[in-house]
């Protein structure tokens, strides 16, 4: 087959703005977890590098009496699949990012999404804490390594973190920050405090 005019046909790379850094040495997948509405496709979009993936479909009928909208009615959109992005932490360290969709019924995409993943965020709503519980309670189960970022809502109720790391039974050595989803800079110190917790397991389990 002659592939000298794939351009024609709509076959074409990567654009040149999402090429991977001739300098990238290492690379390390990170999953986005969290309830539904939480913020997990904004803050994929927010600090990626490149053109996020999103698979992102408007909501329905099939999921009225099935999806727990309580405290998201405004929301029009969920994801279905996965969110995919990209940040360079350094010269030679890159994150990929994943997002996993919030509806329970769609965690079975769980399993291929965490395979090869070496730790997660999992991303808080404080007006629907109870959203998180079964979220944190599958990451203990796995084994996971994760942070929890709580994501400032205009609406949201501010709590101290020491409350809500009472509220979400965390272990004291489970970093528990705030950010705003919708700030680059926010998310990219969170995925760092992430890397720092990754840095002090891994230091720790080789004493």
């Not at 969709?101 to 965690?107: A, E, N, S, V």
């Not at 995409?109 to 944190?136: H, K, P, Q, Y």
């Not at 528990?176 to 405090?193: G, I, K, Q, Y």
Request: negative net charge; glycine residues 10%; hydrophobic residues 45%.
């Amino acid at each position: 087959m002659d592939l000298k005019g794939s351009d024609a046909i709509g076959v074409r790379g990567p654009r040149s703005e999402d090429a991977l850094p001739e300098s990238a040495a290492a690379a390390v997948k990170i999953v986005i977890v969290g309830g539904f509405g939480v913020g997990k496709t904004t803050l994929v979009g927010s600090v990626s590098e490149i053109r996020p993936l999103s698979t992102e479909e408007t909501m329905t009928q099939a999921g009225v009496g099935v999806d727990d909208i309580v405290g998201v009615e405004r929301k029009t959109a969920t994801t279905v699949a996965m969110d995919f992005g990209r940040i360079s932490i350094n010269d030679e360290l890159v994150l990929y990012l994943f997002g996993t969709p919030g509806q329970q019924r769609f965690w079975f995409l769980w399993n291929g999404l965490f395979e090869g993943a070496l730790g997660a965020v999992v991303l808080v709503d404080t007006r629907r804490l109870e959203v998180s519980f079964d979220v944190i309670g599958r990451l203990e189960e796995r084994g996971t390594p994760f942070v929890v970022a709580v994501n400032s809502f205009p609406e949201s109720p501010e709590h101290p973190l020491d409350e809500l790391r009472s509220a979400l039974d965390l272990p004291d050595h489970v970093p528990l920050v705030e950010c705003d989803a919708r700030s680059r800079s926010s998310v990219r110190d969170v995925l760092m405090t992430l890397m720092r917790h990754l840095h002090s397991l891994a230091a720790a389990s080789a004493l």
